[in-house]
Structures are given as C-alpha cells and as structure tokens.
C-alpha cells in the first residue's frame, strides 16, 4: 500500500454512526467534494465501494476513519482498492471544537473534517495493515472476556450493596457472590426469613451444592438460625 496521497484518485472521510453514515468524497486534484449519507445495510456499503472502484477506474482511494478496529474497519478491509487510514477520534474532536464551535448546520461535518485530515496531514499518517485471521480472532475473543468480566463485576457489586441493607447475614455465608452455590440460594432464599423457615431444605441444599464437612455446613445453618433481621420494613 502506498504512503505517496498523489496516487490517489480520491480522499474519502467516514463518520461512521449505527444507523447511518456520513461520507465525504473529494476527487483529486482540489475537485468539488461529494456529501451523502449511507445507510447502515451491507448491501449498501457493498454499492457504495463497488461505486467507487468503477468511478476511478479501480485506482485506490485514500479512507480516513475513526476506528483502528472493528465493524468499520472490518467491512471495508475486504476492498482492495480501499486504502484505510485510522486517526485518533480526539484529532476529530480537536478539530471539531477549533473549527466548529457554533455547532452551525453550515458547519463541515465530521465526514469533512476527516478529508481536511487527510489533505494537510497525509505526511504524518499511516494506512491500516491488518492483522492475521488469528490475531484478529483472539483479539475479539478477550475483549468479549474483558466485557464479561466487567459486567460480573458490576452484578455482584450491585447484588452486594443491596444485601447489605436487607440480608447481610448472606454475606457472611459465602466466600463470593458470583459462585452457583450462592446464586442458587438467593434465588430460593431471597430474605432471612425465607432461610429460617427452611432448615431441612438448606441442609440438603449445601450437600448438594458440595459443601462438604458439617462443620461448614452447621456453621452456616446456626448463622441464619441465630440472625436477627437487620429491618422489619418489607419495603426496604
């Protein structure tokens, strides 16, 4: 892929949206600029670059975007004669607030803005090279991890901070609230009052549960047997 922007047979910026997209396109050299919006379908985008490719005689065409990875990133890849350029979106919005702080509808979009980038920046910038499917692939896999992760983490938290002013007694019989034996009882045992009335069934839930030894499993039964409710107020 080449760095040289002369080579290019036009200069293209995306403000790429969920529903839709705003698309600048400014042929070379110094032509007037095309605006349109596409819509956020396949087949649109698959019009939209196979339009290009026939417009400019399949010469490459320059992209400035603000994703370095991604739907984005990943749709147009598949184009050979797309040349992606990935910019930080705080570059965009930079320019966004020294440029446009009115917020005027006369105002370049982002679309436009990221044509300018490409015009008087080009030296400083470098075309997308994309990883192997590999790479791409287990990258995808830990940031669904990571999302996960953080997700549990806001959960428990929550489920937590509620525990605490109706049920902390449930804290105590835990070592953590993400676990299936805790979930389980929860769902089943939601208040102290609900556990007190349920000796039998909990001695047979924690052997079910694998909380093995009678030690754990009395320490926990005498826990609630003996807990007094932190409020009366069923509305709390």
Not at 190 to 196: D, T, V
């Amino acid at each position: 892929m080449t760095e040289n922007m002369t080579e290019f047979a036009a200069l293209v910026g995306i403000d790429w949206a969920d529903r839709k997209h705003d698309i600048c396109v400014q042929p070379l050299p110094g032509q007037v600029r095309e605006r349109l919006v596409l819509e956020h379908r396949p087949e649109a985008i698959e019009e939209w670059a196979n339009g290009l490719r026939t417009g400019f005689a399949n010469r490459p065409v320059a992209v400035c975007l603000e994703q370095r990875k991604g739907p984005l990133v990943y749709a147009l890849s598949k184009y050979e004669h797309l040349v992606l350029f990935p910019v930080n979106p705080q570059l965009l919005a930079g320019l966004r607030r020294a440029f446009c702080p009115s917020g005027a509808k006369d105002d370049p979009s982002d679309a436009e803005l990221a044509v300018d980038i490409l015009v008087q920046h080009r030296e400083k910038l470098r075309p997308w090279v994309p990883e192997d499917p590999r790479t791409r692939q287990l990258q995808a896999l830990v940031q669904a991890r990571r999302r996960l992760v953080e997700q549990r983490v806001r959960t428990t938290n929550r489920l937590l901070a509620n525990l605490k002013g109706y049920f902390p007694q449930a804290l105590d019989c835990f070592d953590s609230l993400d676990t299936v034996v805790a979930c389980d009882f929860l769902t089943q045992w939601p208040s102290l009052g609900e556990a007190k009335r349920a000796r039998a069934t909990l001695t047979a839930f924690f052997h079910q549960h694998g909380v093995r030894g009678r030690e754990r499993s009395d320490g926990r039964l005498a826990l609630l047997k003996g807990a007094l409710p932190l409020t009366l107020d069923s509305a709390g």
